[in-house]
């Protein structure tokens, strides 16, 4: 199976700014909706933000408003968390997920295709 792949973790200062990409699987043939989600040790995985077919809804985690922005460029097969003001609470393995349908979806449930994540450590 195809799979989205994460890319542009790190380390950070809180305060700091980071952007993750993710390279679209390619396993949807028509449209698809994308999201972000974080998964810190011995917690479960949540919900950070979702974007539907064609960018024209997004939906966030109460956590990630005002600070995170989502948005996705389908000519270059992409999907992007711009994460600013971050805080050390935000330290997290951070996944790419993408879903049939049009979205944008806020349950794991509704997604399909994940990637193997990207760690974000943000530090005080």
């Known amino acids: 199976q195809k799979l989205p792949v994460e890319s542009g973790g790190g380390v950070v200062q809180a305060g700091g700014s980071l952007r993750l990409d993710c390279a679209a699987s390619?396993?949807?043939?028509?449209?698809?909706?994308m999201g972000w989600f974080r998964q810190a040790p011995g917690k479960d995985r949540q919900f950070v933000a979702g974007?539907?077919?064609?960018?024209?809804?997004?939906v966030y985690a109460d956590s990630a408003k005002g600070r995170f922005t989502i948005s996705r460029d389908d000519a270059d097969h992409t999907g992007y968390l711009q994460m600013t003001n971050l805080k050390p609470e935000d330290t997290a393995t951070y996944y790419c997920?993408?879903?049939?349908?049009?979205?944008?979806?806020?349950?794991?449930?509704?997604?399909?295709?994940w990637g193997q994540g990207t760690q974000v450590t943000v530090s005080s």
């Open positions: 997920a993408e879903a049939y349908g049009l979205g944008p979806y806020s349950s794991r449930h509704d997604y399909t295709a």
């Open positions: 390619g396993h949807f043939s028509g449209g698809f909706a």
């Open positions: 974007i539907g077919w064609r960018s024209d809804k997004t």
